[in-house]
C-alpha cells in the first residue's frame, strides 16, 4: 500500500479546520497592523539558501531538498520563507515603494530533518517580515504581533526568550574570541562540536551533551560585547515591549539556525510542546538584503510552525459547520428537481446537501440528523411535485411547492 512519504501528513477535513483558523486569525492580527500577503515559489535557484541561509548552517549542510532541474540549473524547495521576500523584494523593485514594506506569509517548508513529533519534512509556517526599517519599534512590533498571535490561538504555556547578536563585525570579534575559548576547552566538549568549533563556534551553544553544556557556562556571551548603537538599540527594543507588558526572558546564548541576523532574535516555546518545543522565532537581518545584491536595506521578520501552534493549543473553537438543507429523495425519480432546489438554496447562499448514496428514506432522515441538518426538504417524483419540508428541530413537517422551500428556511433563519 503507497503511504505519504517520511515525514509528511495528509491534512484531513477536522485537521483543515484548525489550520483556517490559523490562518483567519493571522490574517486579522497582521491585517489590522497593515501587513500585506506575499506568496513567493515552492522552490528558488538553489544559490538564494547557499548565500541567504548560509553555507554553514544545518539547513544548507543536510536539510535541503534540492535537485537539478534537467536543464542543469540546481533548485531547492524552500526550507524557510525570509530569503525567498527579500529575492522578492528585490526583485520587484519593492525599494521604490513607502517603507518600510510590511508582508506576510502562509505555506509550505521543507527540510530534510529527522521526523518527530512537531517536526516534519514539510511544514507549515506563517510569517511575517517588516522590510525597510532599522527602528526599534519594528523590532517590538513583530514580536507583539507574534504573541498575540499565539495567545488568540490558545498557544499554552509559551516562553519568550529574547537576545542581541550585534552586527556582523562585533560578532566576527566575538567568534574569534568564543573560538579561542572553546580550542583552549577542546577535551572537554563532544567530538561534533570540538570539529565545528571553527566553522561554526556558536552552535556549541546547542549542544545537549553535559561536558560541552558546562563549558558553555563560562564561556563569553556576545551580549556583553555588543557595541554602543547595537545595546542602544537592544535597550529601546526592551523599553518598548516592557510598555507594552510582554513578559520576556534574556537568554544571551539564544542561538537561531540561520546566518542572516544581526542585532534582536527572539523565539517563542511552548513547554506543552515536547523537545520541538519553539513554535515561532525571528529577528532582525540588515545585512540580508544588500548579501542577496539588493540595495543596503534594514529588515526584520519572523515564522512561526502552523503545526506546532496547533499541538500547543489544545483546544481551538472550531465554528461547527452547519448544513441548512438537506434534499432528500422519496423516489429516485425525483432527482432532476431535487438537483434543482439543491442549486437553488446553495445560490440563495444556504449550506446545502443533496443525497447522492442511493439510502432508503428512514436513511436519509437518519443521515441527515447526522450531519445536523437543520431541514429536509424531501422530494417526491416528477418536476411540479409538491415537498415535504421537515424542521429538524422541532420535527414539524408540512406539504408545500418547492419554490417555498428556500423562502420558508429563509424567513426562518431570519427570525432565529
Ligand atoms: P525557524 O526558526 O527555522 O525560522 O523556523 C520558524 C518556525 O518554523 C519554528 O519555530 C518551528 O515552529 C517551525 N519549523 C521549523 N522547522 C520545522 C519542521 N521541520 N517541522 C515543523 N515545524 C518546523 C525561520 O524559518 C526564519 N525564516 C524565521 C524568520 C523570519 N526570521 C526572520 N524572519
Redesign the pocket.
Known amino acids: 500500500m503507497i503511504q505519504t512519504p517520511k515525514?509528511t501528513y495528509d491534512v484531513l477535513p477536522a485537521d483543515a479546520a484548525r489550520r483556517e483558523v490559523v490562518e483567519a486569525h493571522a490574517r486579522k492580527v497582521l491585517g489590522a497592523a497593515g501587513y500585506e500577503r506575499i506568496e513567493t515559489p515552492a522552490f528558488e535557484v538553489t544559490d538564494l539558501f547557499l548565500r541567504g541561509?548560509g553555507e554553514a548552517t544545518d539547513?544548507v549542510q543536510k536539510?535541503m531538498y534540492t535537485f537539478d532541474d534537467g536543464a542543469g540549473r540546481s533548485l531547492t524547495l524552500r526550507?524557510?520563507?525570509?530569503?525567498p521576500?527579500c529575492r522578492a523584494y528585490i526583485q520587484h523593485g519593492m525599494h521604490k515603494r513607502p517603507q518600510p514594506v510590511k508582508l506576510w506569509y502562509l505555506g509550505s517548508?521543507f527540510?530534510a530533518?529527522a521526523?518527530q513529533r512537531?517536526?516534519?519534512?514539510?511544514?507549515?509556517?506563517v510569517?511575517?517580515?517588516v522590510v525597510g526599517s532599522s527602528a526599534p519599534a519594528t523590532d517590538a512590533e513583530l514580536i507583539v504581533l507574534l504573541g498575540q498571535l499565539l495567545d488568540v490561538l490558545g498557544a499554552r504555556e509559551t516562553r519568550l526568550a529574547l537576545s542581541s547578536l550585534g552586527t556582523p563585525e562585533t560578532r566576527a570579534e566575538y567568534r574569534d574570541e568564543l573560538a579561542a575559548y572553546l580550542h583552549v576547552h577542546a577535551d572537554r566538549l563532544s567530538p561534533e562540536v570540538r570539529s565545528r568549533i571553527d566553522l561554526n563556534p556558536l552552535r556549541a551553544f546547542d549542544a545537549t551533551d553535559p561536558g560541552t553544556r558546562e563549558t558553555m557556562r563560562d564561556a563569553p556571551k556576545l551580549l556583553e560585547r555588543l557595541a554602543a548603537e547595537d545595546a542602544e538599540h537592544f535597550a529601546e527594543v526592551r523599553a518598548l515591549l516592557d510598555d507594552a507588558g510582554v513578559r520576556y526572558h534574556l537568554d544571551p546564548t539564544l542561538v537561531?539556525?540561520?546566518d542572516?541576523?544581526t542585532r534582536t532574535v527572539f523565539?517563542?516555546?511552548s513547554a506543552a510542546l515536547g523537545a520541538?518545543s519553539?513554535?515561532?522565532?525571528?529577528?532582525?537581518?540588515d545585512r540580508l538584503i544588500e548579501q542577496l545584491d539588493g540595495p543596503a536595506t534594514p529588515?526584520?521578520?519572523?515564522?512561526?510552525?502552523?503545526?506546532?501552534?496547533l499541538l500547543s493549543a489544545a483546544e481551538l473553537p472550531v465554528a461547527p459547520r452547519l448544513v441548512d438543507l438537506f434534499v432528500a429523495l422519496a423516489k429516485p425519480a425525483g432527482v432532476r428537481t431535487a438537483f434543482a432546489l439543491t442549486g437553488q438554496a446553495r445560490r440563495a447562499g444556504l449550506q446545502a446537501q443533496l443525497e447522492l448514496a442511493g439510502r432508503s428514506l428512514r436513511g436519509q432522515l437518519k443521515h441527515a440528523d447526522r450531519i445536523g441538518a437543520r431541514y429536509v426538504a424531501i422530494v417526491a417524483d416528477g418536476s411540479v411535485a409538491p415537498v415535504s419540508l421537515k424542521d429538524m428541530e422541532s420535527g414539524e413537517q408540512r406539504e408545500t411547492d418547492a419554490e417555498n422551500v428556500i423562502p420558508t428556511i429563509l424567513r426562518a433563519s431570519r427570525l432565529a
Open positions: 515525514g541561509v539547513i536539510e526550507p524557510e520563507g525570509t530569503a521576500v517548508f527540510r530533518e521526523p512537531g517536526r516534519y519534512r514539510q511544514f507549515s509556517q510569517g511575517a517580515e537561531r539556525g540561520l542572516y541576523y523565539e517563542f516555546s520541538q519553539g513554535v515561532g522565532g525571528g529577528g532582525r537581518y529588515a526584520c521578520g519572523w515564522a512561526a510552525g502552523v503545526e506546532r501552534i
